[in-house]
């Protein structure tokens, strides 16, 4: 029985204060009193959708799941409280007695159909990044995680002699080679094309099946007078 091992890379999503998240996103377009530009506001929406975030603001981390920002900040959003209409600024002043710094800043809203001000509002470690890279990024990435594959084999060996994982599997009389296992192989030589009378060469070979070595006539145009 083989094992196959191979180093993958992925990206997560940066963890701590969403407003430092929201500003790594907007940039520019973003305000210093926090309010976003519509463009950003649809690129934020698209790139944090149902990360798991939280406050601490309750001496607890209470968690929700991301939607959206929506255009409606603190002082326009108002709800019954006590028997009196208030607004999401006042409401955090009165029972949690924080005063919000942000109040022309957009509200977030959660997919528990709840609103909360972005200042108080954390993003979880350790989330995987679900949206789609930006050219910029994925170049980013690729230069970052390309190695060589000295590089790999290296590093898959010290993961294997390093896991806990395949230790445990002592237990059930399994263990694990540290070896690779040598494949013999052929390395086919570049094909080259006859195009014209002349030759092109430092081609590569696609997966598939071979084809049959032929020459392509094309059909003549012509039209009758």
Not at 103 to 112: R, S
Request: glycine share 6%.
């Amino acid at each position: 029985m083989l094992l196959e091992i191979d180093q993958c890379a992925t990206t997560f999503v940066t963890p701590g204060p969403l407003l430092t998240i929201l500003q790594n996103i907007a940039g520019r377009n973003m305000s210093p009193d926090m309010v976003i530009g519509e463009r950003s506001m649809l690129d934020i929406n698209q790139q944090l959708h149902n990360v798991k975030v939280f406050t601490k603001y309750q001496g607890y981390e209470h968690k929700y799941t991301f939607k959206r920002l929506v255009n409606k900040t603190v002082d326009q959003i108002r709800f019954e409280h006590e028997g009196k209409t208030v607004s999401m600024l006042q409401y955090y002043l009165d029972v949690y007695k924080i005063k919000l710094r942000y109040p022309k800043a957009p509200v977030a809203e959660m997919t528990k159909k709840c609103f909360i001000p972005i200042e108080l509002l954390f993003v979880g470690a350790n989330q995987r990044y679900n949206s789609q890279l930006s050219p910029y990024q994925l170049s980013q990435m690729i230069r970052t995680t390309a190695s060589t594959p000295r590089d790999r084999q290296r590093g898959t060996l010290d993961f294997i002699r390093s896991n806990t994982q395949f230790r445990l599997l002592k237990e059930l009389d399994i263990d694990i080679d540290r070896r690779i296992v040598d494949v013999n192989a052929y390395q086919l030589a570049s094909p080259s094309v006859d195009i014209g009378g002349r030759t092109v060469s430092g081609s590569s070979w696609r997966n598939g099946p071979f084809v049959q070595k032929m020459p392509i006539v094309a059909p003549r145009c012509g039209a009758d007078a």
